[in-house]
């Protein structure tokens, strides 16, 4: 059982975060803190080891997280979001939530031809990896738009997903029997994990998922090169796709509100591709109906905004003030703080490069100025601008940004 | 017609340029004559991403139109009307399997002359040391997408410098995550987050610009 001063502790690190989304300053400045594929490193094992082995990669969560605090820390990566199979299944949402991350295990029952796992498809020390391929031809657009729940269960899942390439025999069914049984026992040590970080201080808050329905096209059907061609080939036919796709994404994302989740995680990554005038006509649109709808019903979204997103900032100024929070990578914060401030909550600030290759004294330095210049007035959340330090990352370097956070942190 | 290629390549209008170049290299001198202008037209295109007036998805599409052209310009040159301004050994380094910067980055590197040798994604530090003894390059090019990128590019210079090999080349990294910091962590000459910057820079390295 958590003590009571963890579950004091938990409800602390909960109410900085919610007071930052609500645009207010609140005790400290809410810090994700940094993890990623140190998290395994630091606790001696291979990313394959944490990525098939649940009970060593906890172990290494515990290990970092006592060394290394923060108020909703970031773990390793140990899977890869897998939205083809989520949107497959969204008839059934008992199981769709199963569907939504793809571990090492699972990828061995399912064999996902987009995901490359550490110590499978590459070396046991490397990150696992999505990689996006051609999965739909340009002349399927009007089967897509048609239905894109039935197009994707019948014509992407046997294309991506080597174990159901033929749904109807043995050999799915033996996949569909086997992913059961290891969610079941996944689900179980979940539950473990979740109260063992707990006892360390830390609530775990359900999140959902959304994905801008160009990017799903993109990443997930055409391939990134393919769509860019696809915007001047057909223009009409991926707009009318991504109109299809924006019922089904709102669907799954409000699936979410059953398990708790207040908000949903939205990862771009065209963004940074398109002109203001490709951005405009073919992917703010249904990106932006998307995080209105959610909002409408109750859940606020977390944007990371990949890359630049300078030549898009004004589109944000559409949402309404509160909308949720804003996550930047290459943008400058400071910047992103000039035009949003009072409207978005910002999140990000701490260059990953810098960490890896800077020495303690001038991140000391960083963060000072940094917390300085973005702390005063409230809404923002301190992480680093991409949620993976590499294995070799120095500690000493980890340390003294916790340490800086602690020291120029407090409200 | 030449400045009819030209205008409509850098405006990306695809399906004229490449009828305008269809058209133009079967004339006397024309397969010359469309290499250079497509040349002029990617560097161009470079500018104006660099300007912020392109962005990615205009590299990618006239990465794009270059090659539709040059598949049917090429094979009408004669071997010394193709000339290369120095070679690049380019790959994604090890622990790391994408490729879209890199073919991004290829394509606008051969058009501004260089001669380029792709050995792949996820290369093993030991296969760039086998293809800077084998080709001779005067530049290297290492590029990665993901964070883990930067530790590998790190131990893979550090193997080029054991074989003896760094004083021979420059070394410039690419990516999304690769900065001045990260140049200097790794011990590279130069570093580029984007394509356009990558080829500039390689010039330069190459004492072209």
């Known amino acids: ?411 | 017609m030449r400045e009819q290629l030209l205008k409509s390549f850098v405006d990306m209008d695809e399906q004229e340029a490449v009828r305008i170049a269809r058209e133009l290299v079967d004339t006397d001198g024309g397969a010359v004559a469309v290499l250079d202008t497509c040349k002029e037209a990617m560097e161009e295109v470079g500018r104006l991403f660099e300007a912020g007036e392109y962005f990615l998805s205009e590299l990618i599409a006239a990465g794009d139109m270059f090659n539709q052209i040059m598949e049917f310009t090429l094979p009408k040159l004669q071997g010394d009307e193709v000339t290369s301004i120095g070679t690049m050994v380019l790959g994604t380094v090890q622990g790391d399997v994408h490729n879209i910067g890199k073919d991004i980055f290829k394509v606008m590197a051969e058009a501004s002359g260089i001669n380029v040798i792709d050995i792949g994604i996820d290369v093993p530090h030991e296969k760039f040391v086998e293809a800077i003894k084998e080709h001779k390059p005067e530049l290297v090019g290492m590029c990665c997408l993901i964070t883990l990128g930067v530790d590998s590019m790190k131990r893979t210079i550090e193997v080029i410098r054991e074989a003896g090999l760094r004083d021979d080349i420059k070394i410039i990294i690419g990516g999304g995550r690769v900065s001045q910091a990260v140049m200097e962590h790794v011990g590279a000459d130069a570093w580029a987050d984007d394509a356009a910057r990558g080829v500039r820079l390689s010039k330069e390295l190459l004492g072209k610009e």
């Open chain 1, 1 to 411: 059982m958590p003590s009571p001063e963890m579950l004091k502790l938990a409800e602390e690190r909960a109410a900085r975060y919610r007071a930052a989304i609500e645009l207010k300053e609140p005790d400290r400045v809410p810090f994700t803190g940094m993890g990623g594929d140190v998290v395994a490193a630091y606790a001696g094992i291979s990313s394959y080891e944490y990525c098939f082995d649940p009970e060593k990669s906890l172990q290494a969560i515990i290990k970092y997280l006592k060394d290394f605090p923060s108020d909703r820390p970031i773990g390793g990566m140990s899977g890869i979001g897998n939205a083809i199979t989520q949107l497959a299944f969204l008839d059934y949402p008992d199981l769709t939530g199963l569907f939504a991350m793809v571990d090492g295990p699972t990828n061995d029952i399912l064999g996902v031809d987009y995901i490359r796992f550490p110590g499978r498809e590459v070396d046991e020390y490397s990150s696992p990896q999505f990689i996006g391929a051609e999965y739909m031809k340009a002349d399927e657009y009007d089967e897509l738009i048609a239905d894109p729940v039935k197009f994707l269960f019948e014509k992407i899942v046997p294309r991506t997903t080597r174990n159901l390439r033929d749904l109807g025999s043995p050999a799915a069914l033996a996949t569909m029997a086997r992913f059961g049984m290891h969610k079941a026992r996944s689900g179980a040590f979940m539950q473990k994990q979740a109260a063992e970080l707990l006892k360390l201080g830390y609530k775990s808050e359900p999140a959902s998922f959304f994905l801008a329905p160009l990017d799903f096209i993109s990443d997930n059907l055409r391939d990134t090169v393919n769509l860019v061609k696809d915007l001047r080939r057909y223009p009409d036919k991926v707009k009318a796709a991504a109109e299809a796709l924006l019922e089904p994404m709102l669907k799954l994302a409000l699936l979410g509100k059953n398990i708790g989740a207040d908000m949903a995680f939205i990862p771009l990554h065209l963004n940074e591709y398109l002109s203001p005038k490709l951005y405009n006509e073919f992917y703010w649109p249904t990106l932006k109906e998307g995080i209105l709808r959610m909002l409408q019903e109750g859940m606020k979204s977390q944007v990371f905004f990949e890359g630049w997103h300078d030549a898009h900032m004004e589109s944000v100024l559409e949402l309404p003030a509160g909308w949720g929070v804003g996550y930047f990578e290459k943008t400058d914060v400071r910047k992103a703080k000039k035009i949003l401030k009072g409207h978005t909550c910002i999140m990000g600030g701490i260059d990953v490069g810098m960490v890896i290759a800077s020495t303690p004294a001038k991140l000391d330095e960083y963060i000072k100025e940094l917390l300085g210049e973005m702390m005063p007035g409230g809404g923002f959340i301190l992480s680093p601008n991409i949620g993976n330090l590499p294995r070799e990352t120095p500690i000493e370097n980890i340390a003294a940004v916790y340490e800086a956070v602690e020291k120029y942190g407090k409200y």
